[in-house]
């Protein structure tokens, strides 16, 4: 693997664990639902703090935790559903699309409550503009190939959670959503040997849907993403 070669070799970085504990810390606690400045600003600001090969490896660990998080905590509803109903849902991290499209309605979306307390639309929306930004140093401090598994995760939980989750469609999240497909892009192009997109990318590429985005603050459209337009554009460049 060229990433592990490049941290047991020559490419080597020097990386700094308690500067990555400390801005772990920092971007946790001082941004997300809770802070009161707008979420724009909010990935403005992390963005800016994350910079540097340790803000990078925290960037990185801020997308692989979530997606890690979301994954258990649909597991466990899968199983609250099975203990409350008997019925048994299956759920698959590589395309959680046939979970949602099933039991859409009995499913919370995990991205919002998850016990980081990372917020979609602020910590995680920064993490993943940098981790694209910063995509061809990713094979000196991290596994790309585990960390653009873990940014289609995010990307299927987002578009899945438009569809069938009940999940505003606002400016904020289809900013996330336009970071995940560009960050996706720009991380493919800088690997040797890219892995195969996932079949919820590929289903949605097949479609040509514009979603109407709302306004943050109120039910007024402002504009429109068409994911599946977008999807192609920057992942089969």
């Known amino acids: 693997m060229r990433w592990l070669q490049r941290l047991l070799g020559g490419g080597r970085v020097q990386l700094d664990a308690g500067r990555q504990q400390v801005l772990l810390r920092e971007v946790q606690h001082q941004y997300g639902a809770h802070a009161r400045i707008p979420f724009p600003a909010q990935v403005e600001a992390v963005t800016g703090m994350l910079n540097g090969d340790d803000g990078l490896v925290v960037a990185a660990r801020i997308v692989s935790q979530v997606a890690d998080e979301a994954h258990a905590d649909l597991q466990a509803q899968a199983q609250e559903v099975h203990r409350r109903t008997g019925r048994r849902l299956l759920v698959h991290r590589r395309n959680y699309r046939p979970l949602w499209m099933e039991a859409g309605r009995s499913l919370r979306w995990p991205l919002f409550t998850l ?59 289809a900013a996330l959503a336009d970071r995940l497909i560009s960050t996706a892009g720009q991380v493919l192009a800088a690997m040797d040997d890219p892995p195969r997109l996932p079949p919820p990318v590929r289903a949605l590429m097949r479609r040509n849907n514009t979603l109407g985005v709302l306004d943050p603050t109120g039910p007024r459209i402002v504009g429109g993403i068409n994911p599946g337009a977008r999807m192609r554009e920057h992942l089969l460049a």
């Open 115 to 173: 016990p980081c307390g990372f917020h979609p639309y602020a910590q995680v929306a920064a993490a993943v503009a940098v981790v694209g930004s910063q995509a061809s140093r990713l094979d000196r401090v991290t596994d790309p190939n585990a960390l653009v598994t873990h940014v289609f995760e995010v990307l299927d939980l987002t578009t899945a959670g438009w569809e069938y989750g009940r999940v505003r469609v606002d400016t904020d999240a």
